[in-house]
C-alpha cells in the first residue's frame, strides 16, 4: 500500500523521548517508517525507546542525551551538526520536552524556576529550531511541531511560570510561522492539548480519575499524522475522537 508508511525515508527529531509523550510520538513516528533521533536528558531511559521501537520493527533510531535546561548555543549547534554528519538529513522535529512545576501562588515561585521553565519550554524548541533550520530547508517537506498547554492559550491563577513560558511558546510560534511563510517546504503548526494520561498531568492533578483520560499515545497518533499532512502555521486545539 503507497501510504503503508507515510514517514518512510524522513528522519525526525523528538525531544523528550524517553518518557510520556516524546516516547508515544517516537513510536508512532517509528511506526510509519521515520528514522528517529531520540532526544533526552536520561540515557537509560533514551535507550529503552531505542529497544521498543527495534523490537517492534521500525527504522534503527539515534540516540542524543541533552540537557535543554543547561545547553547553550553551541549545543545547539553541534546537534544540528551531528545529524547533519550522522543522518544527513533531517524532515522534522517534534518538541515534545517541557520543564514543569506543580500549580502554587506567584508569591511561591522563585526566580530559578521561571528560568528553567523558560529554558526548556521556550527556549529550547527555538534554539533547535534555528540551527537545524538550514537541514531543515534543505528537505522536500520539513515538519516542526510545537506543543502548547491549556494555561499557556488561556492563563489562570496558580499556573505562574509554567503558563508564561508556555504562552512565550504560542508567541514564537507566531512570529515563526509568519517568518517561515514564504518557503512552501517549512511547515510549523502548534498543537495545545486537553488533559492527557501523562506523567504531567499525574503531578498537577494527583487525586483525579484518569482513567478516562486519553493517552500519551492517542495523542502521539495524531502528531504523527500531522506530520505527513499538509497543514502548516495552524494553532490546533486538540480533543479525542
Known amino acids: ?19 510520556g509523550l516524546g516516547r508515544a510520538c517516537a513510536l508512532a513516528c517509528a511506526a510509519r517508517g521515520a528514522t528517529v533521533i531520540l532526544l ?34 553551541r549545543d545547539f549547534d553541534t546537534l544540528a551538526e551531528a545529524i547533519g ?12 520536552a517541557s520543564e514543569f512545576e506543580s500549580p502554587s501562588p ?5 526566580i530559578a524556576a521561571w528560568q528553567r521553565l523558560y529554558k526548556v519550554n521556550t527556549l529550547a524548541p527555538f534554539a533547535i529550531n534555528r540551527s537545524c533550520l538550514q537541514l531543515l530547508a534543505a528537505a522536500p517537506d520539513a515538519g516542526v511541531l510545537l506543543i502548547g498547554e491549556t494555561h499557556g ?24 510561522a509568519e517568518e517561515w511563510a514564504d518557503a512552501a517546504n517549512l511547515r510549523l503548526n502548534l498543537v495545545v492539548p486537553g488533559p492527557i494520561n501523562s506523567p504531567q498531568r ?7 480519575d484518569k482513567s478516562r483520560l486519553p493517552t500519551p499515545a492517542d495523542l502521539a497518533e495524531y502528531l504523527a499524522d500531522l506530520m505527513s499532512g499538509p497543514e502548516r502555521g495552524r494553532l490546533v ?3 479525542p475522537g
Not at 554528519?85 to 515534545?96: F, K
Not at 505562574?160 to 508567541?171: I, N, P, Q, R
Request: a neutral charge; one cysteine or more.
Open 153 to 176: 492559550h488561556k492563563p489562570g491563577a496558580y499556573w505562574g511560570g509554567f503558563a508564561v513560558s508556555k504562552a512565550a511558546l504560542e508567541t514564537y510560534f507566531r512570529i515563526q
Open 202 to 208: 499525574l503531578r498537577s492533578h494527583p487525586g483525579e
Open 106 to 110: 506567584l508569591g511561591q515561585q522563585s
Open 40 to 73: 533526552g536528558r536520561t540515557t537509560g531511559k533514551l535507550e529503552k525507546v531505542y529497544d521498543e521501537i527495534i523490537a517492534a520493527g521500525g527504522p534503527m533510531p539515534a540516540i542524543f542525551p541533552m540537557d535543554l535546561e543547561k545547553a547553550g548555543d
Open 1 to 19: 500500500m503507497e501510504n503503508a508508511l507515510p514517514l518512510k525515508d524522513r528522519v525526525i527529531l523528538v525531544t523528550g523521548a524517553g518518557q
Open 85 to 96: 554528519y550522522q543522518m544527513r538529513r533531517l524532515d522534522g522535529v517534534i518538541h515534545c
Open 237 to 239: 486545539e486538540w480533543r
